[in-house]
């Protein structure tokens, strides 16, 4: 069942993400002002010790992708929004930072560490469309709930939280020694 589940929100998020670079490519002037003061919310972080920054990005990584994950009891909704918004955000990112990178240069700063996280996020929020699934299987056919919550953290905790780690260690050390190696780029990820 999380397989398919898995297969589903991987699909959303393909479908989101091309959505979100084809709507910023018709109007891109009104996105990258969109994009501009979504990235200006984060500027506070450049202040932070690169643990510190590990820290930060791991928590909230680590935080939303438990409460999507946790939230899908209510039939997997939340968690499905969860994946169409990111897709959706990313796919903006790629089309507005192509314009001035390009594309190459855009997807070697998300890659090396979207790799991890971006799986990671869509384990946790497939094991929410399980429990939505559940959830309606204990609502309309009296079976056990309990049970797959318990399972549900066991697997976060077993599998989403260690990914989500190694992903914020190369996303603060590993993307911006990448990219000014390849780009000259100072710690700069867009």
């Not at 998020?13 to 003061?37: D, M, R, T």
């Amino acid at each position: 069942m999380r397989s398919k589940a898995f297969a589903l929100l991987t699909l959303v998020f393909l479908i989101s993400v091309y959505y979100g670079y084809s709507i910023a490519k018709e109007n891109p002037k009104f996105y990258k002002n969109y994009i501009e003061q979504f990235f200006s919310k984060f500027k506070f972080i450049k202040n932070y010790s690169s643990e510190m920054l590990v820290l930060v990005i791991f928590c909230n990584n680590a935080i939303k992708s438990l409460v999507f994950m946790l939230t899908g009891f209510f039939f997997g909704i939340a968690p499905l929004v969860f994946i169409a918004a990111n897709g959706f955000l990313l796919g903006l990112v790629l089309a507005i930072k192509e314009q001035s990178m390009g594309i190459f240069n855009v997807l070697m700063l998300i890659v090396p560490h979207g790799i991890l996280e971006i799986p990671a996020v869509l384990l946790a929020s497939s094991q929410g469309v399980v429990l939505g699934y559940r959830f309606y299987e204990a609502l309309f056919k009296g079976k056990e709930f309990r049970v797959y919550v318990i399972d549900s953290i066991k697997f976060y905790l077993k599998f989403v939280l260690p990914i989500l780690l190694i992903a914020a260690f190369v996303e603060v050390y590993v993307t911006p020694y990448i990219a000014s190696l390849i780009f000259g780029i100072s710690k700069q990820i867009p």
